[in-house]
């Protein structure tokens, strides 16, 4: 029964370079969460998507970032032309439906060079 | 704007040794508070929702109550393996999926 699966775990990129993160959510859940957590930071809340919508994205910078859950495949987070401030992990999490507990998963952590 | 603040920072304890941890809240209207658990590297691990003041949910070594402003997570007789960054999320009535966390409180049992 495999939880949420998030890839790459670790990326490495350039600054001016493209991130790409990609989320498998559940199997059964619909629903899907993108979180940022900076070092000493709690966790922040970016995007919450269900399939071909987003759902409410208050939490995503207005420039360079990008999120999608197609019809088919995983949900993707996508960070154009990367700066050293985008360093941070990334968690996905997903839910079956609104108001049911979210599940994370084990993230995608970002490193600008 | 939705607000928590988790106490302590970190804990040390000696294993037997129970306490517990505290996650205050301001929220437009409570629909659900989280606790969740984190281990270094890994993504935060579900434990309890609550959802009324007044409820208490238990697992194993642990307890998690709540108030109208607060809630505790009480360990038991903890463990090394209960060694872990616990977390505390709020979900508002505002319609938001959103959850809103604590930056957590660092527990390390010690042996």
Same mark, same amino acid.
Not at chain 1, 20 to 35: D, E, I, Q
Not at chain 1, 38 to 53: A, R, S, T, W
Not at chain 1, 89 to 112: E, V, W
Not at chain 2, 19 to 44: E, I
């Given at each position: 029964?495999?939880?949420?699966?998030?890839?790459?775990?670790?990326?490495?990129?350039?600054?001016?370079?493209?991130?790409?993160?990609?989320?498998?959510?559940?199997?059964?859940? %619909?629903?899907?969460?993108?979180?940022?957590?900076?070092?000493?930071?709690?966790?922040?809340?970016?995007?919450?998507?269900?399939?071909?919508?987003?759902?409410?994205?208050?939490?995503?910078?207005?420039?360079?970032?990008?999120?999608?859950?197609?019809?088919?495949?995983? %949900?993707?987070?996508?960070?154009?032309?990367?700066?050293?401030?985008?360093?941070?992990?990334?968690?996905?999490?997903?839910?079956?439906?609104?108001?049911?507990?979210?599940?994370?998963?084990?993230?995608?952590?970002?490193?600008?060079? | 704007?939705?607000?928590?603040?988790?106490?302590?920072?970190?804990?040390?304890?000696?294993?037997?040794?129970?306490?517990?941890?505290?996650?205050?809240?301001?929220?437009?209207?409570?629909?659900?508070?989280?606790?969740?658990?984190?281990?270094?590297?890994?993504?935060?691990?579900?434990?309890?929702?609550?959802?009324?003041?007044?409820?208490?949910?238990?697992?194993?070594?642990?307890?998690?109550?709540?108030?109208?402003?607060?809630?505790?997570?009480?360990?038991?007789?903890?463990?090394?393996?209960?060694?872990?960054?616990?977390?505390?999320?709020?979900?508002?009535?505002?319609?938001?999926?959103?959850?809103?966390?604590?930056?957590?409180?660092?527990?390390?049992?010690?042996?």
């Amino acid at each position: 029964n495999a939880g949420v699966m998030q890839n790459p775990r670790h990326l490495v990129r350039r600054r001016g370079q493209e991130a790409r993160l990609r989320c498998s959510p559940m199997k059964g859940h %619909s629903h899907v969460y993108w979180y940022r957590q900076l070092p000493e930071e709690g966790l922040k809340f970016m995007v919450y998507l269900q399939k071909e919508n987003i759902i409410d994205e208050s939490g995503m910078p207005k420039e360079r970032f990008s999120a999608e859950f197609p019809k088919e495949g995983p %949900s993707i987070l996508r960070i154009q032309q990367v700066v050293r401030g985008d360093s941070a992990a990334y968690f996905c999490a997903s839910s079956p439906t609104s108001n049911q507990p979210q599940h994370f998963g084990d993230g995608t952590r970002l490193s600008i060079l | 704007e939705d607000q928590v603040t988790q106490s302590p920072e970190a804990l040390r304890l000696q294993e037997g040794e129970s306490s517990s941890l505290n996650c205050s809240y301001t929220v437009s209207g409570l629909r659900g508070l989280f606790w969740y658990r984190q281990d270094p590297g890994k993504g935060p691990e579900f434990l309890f929702t609550l959802y009324s003041a007044g409820e208490e949910k238990e697992k194993e070594r642990l307890k998690a109550t709540l108030t109208k402003k607060e809630s505790f997570l009480h360990i038991t007789a903890p463990k090394p393996e209960d060694s872990a960054t616990y977390l505390c999320a709020v979900l508002n009535q505002g319609g938001s999926e959103k959850l809103v966390f604590g930056k957590g409180t660092k527990l390390t049992v010690n042996p």
